[in-house]
């Protein structure tokens, strides 16, 4: 008896469909920075970053105070990934790293705290929509902050949604704030050095620029291929 041929089409639509969901991911975050170098060199947007710049740096600490403040209000409401280079092209990367690594470790532990707390109804009726987040619950109820690390650094959710989500799992607090201080440092410095290289192609040499730009698109590579291996630990934990 003739067995049936099963198609291995619905398998590799989906693997092109999630390949190309990541690839429009890095293309806009490509396209902002260079927007961002555009208006730096060819609109009045480049005098005007200078005096918002001089201003922030004349506040002297109390400049990376503020931004880290902005930044963490901020976060909890909207998408941060245009503060993250903002906060590069202000502060330099390791200056920025700082200011949005506590800044958006502030936001996620605020979102988290919240989601246990008042918020916890609307945030289950948004993580129910989501399947794939329940098995990242059940993999964190057996490897604990290990799992966010990897979550972290796979950027498979975005970053507004999981902030919150995690707030329903039995991760305690410290471990949580811990796993997720550290699992977001890859990707700051990674998009803090595109805020930082997109001032500097702006107003740099073109030799020096060209250098800019291939530290930029190495930058990039190291990143993807970060999160593609986290991405694929998570699966593992999760299957």
Known sequence: ??????????????????????????????????????AVRLLPVGPLFRHFQAWVHGLGAWGYVVYTLVYAVAGLFFPASVLTIGAGALFGVVGGSIVVVLGATITATVAFLL????????????????????????????????????????????FLFVNYSFGLTGIRTVPYVLATFFGIMPLTVVFVYFGAAGVAL????????????????????VSMLVARIAGRAVKRATS
């Open 1 to 38: 008896m003739n067995r049936p041929i099963r198609s291995s089409a619905p398998r590799r639509t989906g693997r092109i469909e999630r390949l190309s969901r990541k690839a429009i991911k890095w293309i806009a975050g490509l396209i902002v920075i260079v927007a961002f170098v555009v």
């Open 115 to 158: 989601a246990r707390t008042v918020l916890r109804s609307r945030v289950e009726k948004l993580a129910a929509k989501n399947p794939k987040f329940q098995a990242i619950d059940e993999a964190i109820a057996r490897e604990g902050a290990k799992i966010v690390v990897l979550v972290r650094l796979s950027a498979l959710f975005p």
């Open 202 to 221: 702006g107003t740099a040499s073109t030799a020096k620029s060209v250098i800019l730009a291939i530290g930029a698109v190495f930058a990039l590579a």
